[in-house]
DNA sequence: AATAGAGACTTTACCGGTTCAGTAGGGGGT
DNA sequence: ACCCCCTACTGAACCGGTAAAGTCTCTATT
């Protein structure tokens, strides 16, 4: 890509109208003390006529901040597009990024060994000063690679699969326990989970916590689990398998661990002639504008996924400028009722 | 942001375990003549052993490319994140990115100004080395900046709306005429479209192709149009109000301009008691896995979003690289017939 | 044998900032 | 009147590259 011969104005444009050196206007632009206020005021002014702002780039170059933030995302395109999830994370993370003047780089990868490589090139690049981790799972060389860099980084996920790099949560087990009790206290005695990808460090923290809520269910009840790849797709597979069976071997309630699956999960129980929620209680996940669109309308453990976005922004800027690693628990998903979920007819 | 003492490997580093220059290193990255073969054998070895690549920072400071793309994009959050297709979108480009190294820079803003401030910040900052842009409107302010600038971009985006800058885009009057004809051929005399946000271009560009389709079916047939902003609930409304009529006066067939919508159409259609496709036939736009995820499946005029995506990316190496402004149509929406429309029953 | 020209590098001057060691000027203390 | 210190600012080096001009060595030409 080449430059254009656009007539750039730069410090030394600002300086020689201010009247000054330009290692003044660096002082100015960047609030360090050893100008008076007069001085100051006029090389804002000077700017100000000029329409200046400092380069980014020769900033970065010379050493100080880096004001862009990393975010790899490894999932594929399909399942990203369909995702409200990301969006809206993007968008509470632009929330924050924008009040400082930060942008986000993004890019889509397609394994954990590219994103490591990319988090380095970016990295020792000076690209960014910074970056977000999400979709952690076992065993994941993400925080030894962020460690060994320096690289200030933020894990989406809960701490005991982070790494012991500051991380973002929501607790997913209380959630799902409370979904579990919820549906139980219905009436519920047989209740299924469609989980998500099992490679997931969350989805299993959820398998587990589902395993054991169900446990502590009195009287007993039974319980079943699959995992996905989150696409509607698989959703609607598993649904269909879990609706084959006859009644007294056909779960009552699913629960879905986003909310693409629980719409999927919706048409198949129409199409297998079962009444939603009558016949069968749905309970989604990750509560969208989705949701409330189906009929009937999707409960859901709904969570504030823009806030999210922005906390996590807010915390790297914590990392950034120093701060010790930290634990942030965000509130934990609250239950929803809507139309898709009932006590089981007898 | 602040830099961390990590032990950066530089040109002069390479330059010096290969025992040349640092500008001998420079000309062998850039693939330039004016270097034995042996010599570049030497600095590529001692660029892989020290693990270096050029930053990029650097690089633009010192006036060669710029390896960054923007994209801003002006849209709600909320419904960004529902939008299967902004994602897939820039999966798209991303797709086309990678293949050079390239990054894109992503930024959401709230308004057409803020967005040309931004270019033009980013661009006279030389942060980026070209843009997309989207959702045009009429009298778009962003062709002329782009214009005064030199800022090579690619529209999005209808030539008739684009202003004269280089334009990527569907056959959207042709798609909308296609929709018309094939629910006129199935029976359908009381045709509505629920249409996207008014303001923008495609969205006057498909409202005036539907006039004119409708108008031109034989027997004559009777039309609807509403505007709404994209959203699952606006999309909603739109259909209620629709079918609220009795049957004389209410559509046998809704065209909607994108899935949220013809989703939330659905869940109204039930909601009423109406069936689908018997009493009313909806046909979806943008066609996303969501399509297909319902009950009745929805037909859809169905486009590659993600091909699209990179199109346009392609497009803009090609304008970056000097290419004279042009007009790339990509393929039209192609009609994907599915459970939601038939024969209006009698 | 002298000269030109090409090939293979090196040198050097930027790019647009930051940073830090100076330095000029003014006020206070003795 | 002299020294010292503080404030306010300047100048130059530097960040990690690129690019244009310069140097040196060889070979081909006249």
Chains 1, 2 share one sequence.
Not at 66 to 86: H, I, M, N, Q
Not at 125 to 146: E, H, M, N, W
Not at 148 to 174: E, F, K
Not at 241 to 268: C, F, H, K, Q, W
Request: proline fraction near 7%; glycine fraction near 10%.
């Amino acid at each position: 890509m080449t430059a254009t011969p656009t007539p750039r104005v730069t410090i030394k444009d600002v300086a020689a109208r201010a009247g000054v050196s330009k290692g003044a206007v660096s002082l100015a632009f960047n609030r360090k003390p050893g100008l008076s206020e007069a001085t100051r005021e006029r090389i804002f002014r000077a700017a100000r006529e000029l329409g200046w702002a400092p380069s980014s780039t020769a900033r970065t170059l010379a050493g100080s901040r880096v004001d862009v933030v990393g975010l790899a995302v490894c999932r594929p395109a399909r399942l990203l597009g369909l995702e409200p999830f990301y969006m809206e994370f993007v968008s509470g993370v632009e929330s924050v990024l924008v009040e400082r003047s930060c942008s986000l780089l993004l890019r889509l990868v397609r394994g954990q060994d590219e994103e490591v490589r990319l988090l380095e090139s970016w990295w020792r690049g000076r690209q960014i000063g910074g970056s977000i981790l999400v979709d952690f799972r076992a065993d994941d060389p993400r925080p030894a690679a962020a460690g060994r860099l320096g690289l200030p980084a933020v894990a989406v996920g809960h701490p005991s699969l982070t790494g012991g790099l500051t991380s973002v949560w929501t607790d997913d087990a209380t959630a799902v326990t409370e979904a579990v009790r919820y549906l139980a206290a219905l009436g519920h005695r047989r209740i299924a989970r469609v989980g998500g990808a099992a490679a997931l460090g969350h989805t299993s923290i959820r398998t587990a916590a589902f395993d054991e809520a169900v446990r502590a269910l009195e009287p007993p009840a039974r319980a079943w689990q699959t995992a996905t790849d989150f696409s509607g797709d698989a959703g609607a597979r598993a649904t269909r398998s879990l609706l084959a069976a006859a009644p007294p071997e056909r779960p009552t309630a699913i629960v879905y661990d986003n909310d693409i699956m629980a719409v999927a999960g919706l048409s198949v129980a129409a199409e297998m002639g079962l009444r939603v929620p009558a016949d069968v209680s749905l309970l989604a996940w990750d509560d969208s504008q989705l949701c409330r669109l189906t009929h009937p309308t999707l409960s859901a453990m709904s969570h504030d996924v823009h806030g999210f976005g922005a906390d996590v922004a807010r915390t790297l800027f914590g990392v950034i400028s120093g701060e010790g690693p930290g634990s942030h628990p965000v509130p934990t998903p609250v239950l929803t009722p809507r139309g898709s979920t009932a006590p089981p007819k007898a």
